[in-house]
């Protein structure tokens, strides 16, 4: 069932356009990753649906009501959007204990005192937070702040849940584990959740559908697995994963095949430009480091190149390629000496895009 | 190559086409925008109502209330030939700029000595160097009277050893020092608060590259803080144009005459009140003033700006003075406690418990009490005290009720009324309390549904409201914005709406800044004499003010005793904001 529907919200501010017409539905038991850069309007977007900044243009509807209407005028304040916000810093009313934060929703809901007690008690308990009930949020650590802040926000069930960077202030090894949890309980509970990120690998373990924003724009859609393996521009393929980014010449092109190449070398790819390519025009290349395969013993199709260095990581080793100006790194399972190895890039990873204005 | 030739021409398409079409602003809902503009309304109403009553009287040939008033230029004829009204003129703007001249050096070295070098005491000089701020100028400019003035205890003692007493303070180079003395803290306020945000790598980055300590503050710290700096001295001659108690009591025995005493001497002169001419040279005072307050704000952004330069909590390293130094340091600050501090606040003391001196009189055998006996056998001054009393406390608990509601009037607004709430802020700041006290008498008077609370304590304290708006309202604004925004979005987003916002999160976290808030306007309330020089009647009086009534009549064993409670009061005020944690320093 479909809660939350945007469609062309476009916002100015100061004469600068942030928000250039971005449009999405979410459903419940799913959750959206508004994923972008710092200044893609991200977070922008999120407050709009919110209510917390007022588009100029655009529709926004959550659950069949019509909270922005840019053309009738209508602008919703956001207590009237029945939603729940989770915001980056968790925003914990510092003179509230956790039982009283948590059941603000319900009592300003008109919920009785024992029922309010009742259901902030049973979602405390489910995240884990039951002993926690009477403390104040400066008694708690980062964790269990972010776990008081979403069940704030989900107390009183609302009919969507937006989450702005709440993985962005917990310790790497917590974030892991907060990000399945939190796709999890969003999953049982059915609920429409609209997470807000920077972290790819946030938006990628996290969510159903990502949308790639790119200067106030959504210019890429889809789910994780699609988003990381078929980017449709240079943007998105070079936004996901780990690359290595190629300037190059078009030799030649054969529908969506082609060869790139530089001062002595070439090399077999993909066209991914949606316009198109011409030969002997600019080109880069976006090859996924994890698609690079190398050998110290000579290998049919793979490219002769120079290994300058091996660098140790822990679980793996990065290698430093070069052949002319072609320069990459690539992973591996153990050491290789320096010297002539044979890189295998299979030439549907060979992302190529046109190079673009300077 | 015809991509590339092309996009520049495009970019250049869109951007005029996004200006053109850039859409109206979307109404902003529920965001107590009705709330907001009756607040600021009302705020207005009660700025402009005397302002304009000021401005209406100084065109009239009579008082506003005379059938014989009729609308003509007579007053400003009289005043702009009147000789004294130049002289006036002219002693205040000697008087502001000695004033600057003495305060901002001196305020500039206390505020350096006490954030950038170790001295000793540092927390209890943070405090006492304020004390002259918190006392009103009336009783200050007594206590000078009865310690060095010609007959005071201290000249007394001097002509005892040398014969005569080698300084005349009822002259205008005393009332400049007295009143660039009493002035310092004012500047030290502004001047450590830059200095404090200074990060010290900046000075350290100067050390290391081999300039010595007084190098270093002379070429970086000195221009860091100069804004700072230029602030202050604008705000002290801001002051000194407003300035009325020092004048009245040390000006005013040798006809040295400023523009606020000139107004009131005006009451006086002709037997009958010339309101129009009275209001003439408040228009005067205004249209000077007034320009003063705005230069002001457009420093204070600039010094903003540098102060945002700064790092956040940069680490400020202290000088190391060495014991010659420490002894140097403490010294200044000593004479100038002792000067600005000891010697009127000691004067008022011992005044307040001796009924006669001289030369050849022992203080000691002559301590009484009869003082305050008198005193409190008058029952005006009686009630003087008690009316003073219930202004401050009662009086300024609800002036912060009303700031505040002011406050969150212009708390995240981004509508035009906050434009209006930024301009009727600046305006009281250009008027002398002397004026804003005789704007509201005559409001009290003209409108004949006000006319019943003229003679009751609710006139003082609606004029007192807004003489205390501008200092209030940055206090209040000063603790409200520290209230993170996603604190009140989080509650918008949990249901609740502007109002409830407000009330569950906004104000119980403010709660302390605002107990800090009441007690500084208490202080602030207790302090002020002037305001209520036209206001007060029988039944309304309030100490500051008898105390300039006093002045007239010469009954300096009341006013000796009246003094002293006000600084009890005060210093009860004091302790207790500090108590409460109030942020003086602010």
């Known amino acids: ?235 998105s393929a070079d936004f996901l994963g780990a690359n290595n980014i190629v300037r190059a010449k078009v030799r030649s092109v054969d529908g969506s095949r082609t060869v790139i190449g ?97 | ?105 001196l305020g500039g070295l206390l505020a350096f000595l006490i954030t950038r070098t170790d001295i000793k005491g540092k927390r209890l000089l943070e405090i006492l160097v304020l004390v002259p701020m918190f006392i009103s100028s009336i009783v200050l400019a007594f206590g000078y009277t009865v310690s060095v003035g010609p007959t005071g205890f201290v000249s007394l003692f001097i002509r005892g050893l040398v014969g005569f007493v080698p300084w005349n303070i009822y002259s205008l180079p005393g009332m400049i020092l007295i009143a660039g003395l009493s002035h310092v803290p004012h500047v030290y306020l502004y001047v450590s608060a830059a200095m404090r ?85 408040a228009v005067v005072l205004i249209l000077i003033t007034l320009p003063l307050v705005w230069m002001q704000r457009k420093l204070l952004r600039n010094a903003r700006k540098y102060a945002a330069m700064g790092g956040k909590g940069a680490r400020v390293a202290t000088l190391k003075l060495g014991t010659s130094g420490q002894v140097i340091a403490l010294s200044i600050i000593g004479f100038w406690l002792f000067v600005s501090v000891a010697l009127p606040i000691g004067g008022i003391a011992v005044r307040a418990f001796v009924d006669a001196w001289g030369e050849g009189v022992n203080l000691l055998d002559q301590l009484t009490f009869t003082n305050f006996d008198r005193m409190l056998e008058v029952p005006s001054l009686v009630r003087g005290i008690v009316n003073t009393v219930l202004l401050s406390v009662v009086g300024g608990a609800a002036a912060v009720a009303i700031y505040l509601m002011v406050g969150l009037a212009g708390h995240r607004n981004w509508g035009l009324s906050n434009t209006v709430l930024d301009y009727i802020v600046l305006l009281p700041r250009a008027l002398p309390g002397l004026v804003v006290g005789l704007a509201f008498f005559w409001v009290f008077l003209f409108v004949p549904l006000l006319t019943p609370l003229r003679p009751t304590l609710v006139s003082l304290f609606v004029a007192y409201l807004v003489v205390g708006l501008s200092y209030g309202l940055r206090l209040l604004q000063g603790t409200l914005i520290q209230v993170a925004p996603e604190l009140e979005e989080s509650a918008r987003t949990t249901g609740a709406t502007i109002g409830r916002t407000w009330k569950d999160v906004v104000i119980p976290i403010i709660r302390p800044g605002l107990a800090g808030a009441w007690a500084l306007i208490m202080i602030i309330f207790l302090r002020e004499y002037a305001t209520g020089v036209y206001l007060m009647g029988a039944g309304t009086e309030v100490i500051g003010s008898l105390m300039v009534s006093l002045l007239q009549t010469g009954a300096m064993n009341t006013i000796a005793a009246l003094s002293l409670i006000s600084i009890v009061l005060t210093g009860a005020g004091l302790a207790l904001a500090l108590r409460l944690g109030a942020k003086i320093h602010d």
């Open chain 1, 1 to 235: 069932m479909t809660e939350l529907v945007v469609s062309n919200v476009q916002k100015w501010l100061g004469g600068l356009q942030i928000l250039k017409g971005a449009s999405f539905t979410a459903e419940r038991g799913s959750i959206v990753a508004l994923l972008g850069a710092s200044g893609s309007g991200k977070t922008t977007l999120l407050r709009c649906v919110a209510g917390l900044e007022q588009p100029e243009i655009g529709e926004i509807v959550i659950g069949g009501k019509t909270v922005l209407d840019g053309a009738k005028k209508i602008a919703l304040p956001p207590e009237q959007r029945n939603i729940g916000l989770v915001f980056q810093s968790y925003a914990l009313w510092p003179h509230r204990t956790v039982k009283e934060n948590v059941g603000y929703g319900l009592k300003l809901r008109g919920v009785t005192a024992a029922d309010i007690e009742k259901r902030v008690q049973a979602i405390l308990e489910r995240m884990g937070l039951g002993h926690l009930a009477d403390r104040f949020p400066s008694q708690l650590s980062g964790g269990q702040q972010q776990r008081v802040a979403i069940c704030r926000a989900l107390v009183y069930e609302p009919r969507v849940l937006l989450l702005d960077e709440p993985l962005s202030n917990l310790d790497a090894k917590l974030r892991e584990e907060a990000r399945y949890w939190i796709r999890k309980l969003i999953l049982d509970l059915e609920i429409c959740a609209i997470l807000v990120t920077h972290d790819q690998s946030e938006a990628l373990a996290a969510a159903d559908n990502i949308l790639l924003l790119q200067d106030g724009r959504i210019v890429q859609q889809g789910g994780p697995q699609e988003i990381y393996s078929n980017p449709n521009s240079f943007y």
């Open chain 1, 262 to 358: 530089g001062d002595n070398w070439s090399l077999d790819g993909t066209v991914r430009e949606a316009a198109g390519l011409a030969a002997s025009e600019d080109a880069r290349a976006v090859i996924r480091v994890e698609q690079i395969s190398v050998s110290d013993r000579p290998e049919a199709g793979g490219l002769e190149m120079t290994l300058d260095d091996s660098i140790y990581l822990g679980d793996r080793w990065e290698y430093r390629l070069s052949r002319g100006d072609f320069v990459a790194r690539a992973h591996g399972a153990r050491q290789l000496s320096t010297g002539t190895v044979w890189a295998r890039i299979p030439s549907e990873s060979v992302w190529v895009f046109s190079a673009g204005q300077h």
């Open chain 2, 1 to 105: 190559m015809s991509t590339h030739t092309q996009a520049p021409a495009a970019i250049a398409l869109s951007k005029a086409a996004a200006e053109k079409k850039y859409p109206a602003k979307m109404p902003r809902h529920g965001n107590a925008g009705a709330y907001r503009r009756i607040v600021i309304g009302l705020l207005a109403l009660a700025v402009l109502a005397p302002v304009g009553l000021i401005v209406y009287q100084s065109f009239l040939t009579a008082a506003f209330f005379s059938p014989r008033a009729k609308f003509g230029f007579d007053a400003y004829q009289y005043v702009f030939t009147d000789k004294n009204f130049y002289r006036a003129l002219g002693t205040t703007a000697i008087f502001s700029f000695g004033m600057v001249a003495i305060s901002v050096p």
């Open chain 2, 197 to 281: 945000n200074l990060p010290s790598d900046l000075e350290e980055a100067a050390r290391t590259t081999g300039a010595s300590i007084w190098q270093v503050s002379r070429d970086v710290t000195l221009p860091m803080v100069l804004p700072a700096l230029i602030f202050a001295a604008a705000l002290n001659i801001l002051l000194g144009f407003e300035t009325f108690g020092i004048p009245l009591v040390l000006g005013d025995p040798n006809g040295i005459m400023v523009l606020t005493t000139y107004i009131y001497k005006l009451t006086t002169l002709f037997g009958t009140p010339t309101y129009q001419l009275m209001a003439v040279v």
